[in-house]
């Protein structure tokens, strides 16, 4: 009676992972081109892959979906081209999945590849996706799932991690990106418990490890959101540029901040720069102030050309937010003003005291207005030839 019962259960283990069984009506065909490379793909370095990209056709008319994926050689039958193959070689090879075959033939010339492919999908999968919800599955999408090797083990996996409802097209996301259950299992363990689907395929397309993230623990940026984490990953907030900020004697930088110096370039080149000019002191936030309104070294040493030594940084900044060109400064001097205080080139600035209206100002018989004077009349709306009119009427 055990022994019954013992080979009852090997044969309903054999019937779910057996040879696929070609489910009615779920069969396709149509071409693919590939390429073998050795290269890094996600978590494989320097390793030989096969690219593949697939065109299916449907009953002799072209189709205009097309399904691309790299796979490591060894998870191919029957393949015996690699990286650095030269000459022209007949192939048949095929990838089996729970979810289906797909089988191969064509030719390689040298590491490129091309012919005909067919799928068939495994009908005991196809009532085991009807099972757990996924019912009327096409066979575009079965061809997906088995290109990604999407199981039904990798299906129940991820329902015990507390994602019982993904949709068809979000569990096909999940396999193509690489959303594994044991990725969702080591972020859980480092603190990100209640990722929603969404969120972990952006960590994945974005690179936001297990292990970035313990790193940046270790350098000091713990409890990071995921947020934060996507952001950094996205403007480049590596590990090797945290420890190169730390060199800069500017202290310790918020999350933000670091990705703010990336997105507007503040580097240690550009701090140097400035650090050349003679300001030893300068924050995280004024090099991003800097970068983000144009301060440069070459518009700090034309500021300083026309007789302003070392202005501040706040100062700077406020200068070209408004304006405050080297060319301004020395069109109003030809005008006359000459050393004009930084704070009354802002304020001219602001008011719209241009070149332009200072000469009307001066052919309208005011050729020694004060500074003060035009920043007021500005203020006021007054034009020349009000002005002009005014004075008139006084005499």
Known sequence: MIMKQLSAVLLFSLIGFAAAVP???????????????????????????????????????????????????????????????????????????????VTFQGRFKNEAGSGDFTFDANATYVSQLGDLGYRDVDSKKLLVLALHDVT?????????????????????????????????????????QHLDEDKLIVFRIHGVTPEYIETMAALGYDGLSSDELVSMRIHGVTPAFVEEARTWGIGRLSADKLVSLRIHGADADFLRSIKDLGYSHVSGDQMVSMRIHGVTPSYIAEIEALGYSRPSIDKLVSMRIHGVTPEFVREIGELGYKN???????????????????????????????????????IHGISADELAAMQEMDR
């Open 23 to 101: 489910a009615a009506g779920q069969t396709m065909e149509g071409v693919w081109i590939g390429e073998v490379k050795t290269f890094d793909f996600d978590d494989d370095y320097n390793t030989s892959h096969l690219w593949v990209n697939m065109r299916p056709s449907n009953q002799g008319r072209s189709s205009h979906s097309q399904f691309g994926f790299t796979l490591r050689l060894d998870e191919v039958d029957g393949l015996h081209v690699g990286p650095g193959h030269i000459g022209e070689t007949p192939v048949e090879f095929a990838l089996n999945r729970q979810a289906g075959n």
């Open 152 to 192: 039904t083990d990798f299906i129940e996996e991820l329902r015990t991690l507390g994602y019982a409802n993904l949709s068809l097209d979000k569990l096909m996301a999940f396999a193509i990106h690489r959303v594994t259950p044991s990725y969702i299992r080591e972020l859980q363990a480092a603190g990100y």
């Open 340 to 378: 004009v205080p930084l704070d009354d080139l802002v304020s001219m600035r602001i008011h719209g005291v241009r070149p332009s209206y200072i000469r009307q100002i001066h052919e309208a018989g005011f050729p020694n207005a004060s500074i003060d004077r035009l920043i007021e009349l500005r």
